[in-house]
């Protein structure tokens, strides 16, 4: 037994590693569950008009996949996952000169209790360049989004971000991570808008397969 052989066998009693996805196990994500991670371009329209395009759709094994990198710390698999905001980029992209790409921030609470930055990560596997801090949390806005209707959330996030510099004439693009009913997108677009941006559309690794028309 080799020295590297002897330690994996003493760190997989301490943390036993199963796929990400279908939770096959000695692996951290199988062979399946990574073409289940292949891009799978989608894309829907929010009630402003808003465009958004997404890589994958949020269900099975990429929703399993998405939680262990997001709720379990599995970093690592944001290799496997990049190609998929890659891609939705790619789609979202209009003609003509680069938009500025902004990414929707991450909750104050959601930073301290995962202790990274999904959508940075993945942006930064994906070589994508975000521009820096331009979207930020107002303090105290917004509460829990858990066991609220469509319409309550949407209330709940108006004012809940502000843009950070004057955007007047900038074409933007967000990029998220997991979209659901667009509430948050929806309130990026109006905080950018305020601030005097044009936003061109969305970019974002999933979304939940309510409505979208597949590429
Ligand atoms: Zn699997």
Known sequence: MTTRTALREALS???PV???GCAAPDVELCTDCRVRLEPAVRSRTLVTGLRVVSGLDYEFEV????IAFKQQGRLRLARWLAPALRAAL???CPPGAPPLLIAVPASRAGLRRRGFDPVGLLAREAGLVLAPRLLKSVVGAGGSQKHRDRVQRHRDRLGSLRAAADLTGRRVLLVDDVVTTGSTLLEAERALVTNGATVVG????ASTPLTGRRL
């Open 13 to 15: 009693v301490v943390s």
């Open 18 to 20: 199963a796929c990400a």
């Open 63 to 66: 929703r399993r996949a998405v």
């Open 90 to 92: 790619a789609e979202a």
């Open 202 to 205: 969305a970019a974002c690794l």
